[in-house]
């Protein structure tokens, strides 16, 4: 049966049914010692994970999201790589990088998002003058088109 952890606002499941040529008992022992370690981690640790994180984000919405996600990536990282040394310290590390990252990524559409909206008033397209292009087609000079010229195609 796989375990389950509580993280605020969302169940996660892990250690589920392992298939495939890599099923075997030592894969399952490592998964519930990962699946254990993060349980621990979780009741002690929970609360200074977020705020670390709420200090970061300033935002308890945002950091509850972040730290949501460092523990699914905790069930994933430790179970492959097998438990860190300082667990709690992992997870704090991940939920502010996800943190540090949705900054970054809100910032960055805040300033690009002006620059896609045309305004009305700008009239229609700012491109070259419609003058100029035609001065230039008409001073382009334009070779002998006649059949039979030199490099005609069927010549």
């Known amino acids: 049966m796989p375990a389950r952890f509580r993280v605020p606002g969302v169940l996660l499941v892990a250690g589920g049914p392992k298939t495939g040529a890599h099923d075997t008992t030592a894969v399952r ?10 349980d621990g981690v979780h009741r002690r640790e929970w ?7 709420v200090r970061v984000t300033r935002d308890l919405d945002l950091a509850e999201e972040c730290v949501q996600e460092a523990y699914a990536q905790a069930l994933v990282a430790w179970d492959r790589d097998g438990i860190p040394d300082n667990p709690a310290g992992w997870l704090v590390t991940a939920a502010r990088r ?58």
């Open 29 to 38: 022992a490592a998964s519930s010692d990962a699946d254990a370690a993060l």
């Open 47 to 53: 609360a200074r994970v977020l705020a670390a994180t």
């Open 98 to 155: 996800r943190a540090v990252d949705a900054i970054r990524r809100e910032q960055s559409l805040r300033t690009k998002l002006p620059l896609l909206i045309v305004p009305e008033d700008a009239g229609p397209s700012t491109g070259p003058d419609e003058k100029a292009l035609n001065s230039m087609v008409i001073s382009i000079r334009v070779p002998d088109a006649s059949p039979g010229a030199p490099g005609w195609p069927c010549g």
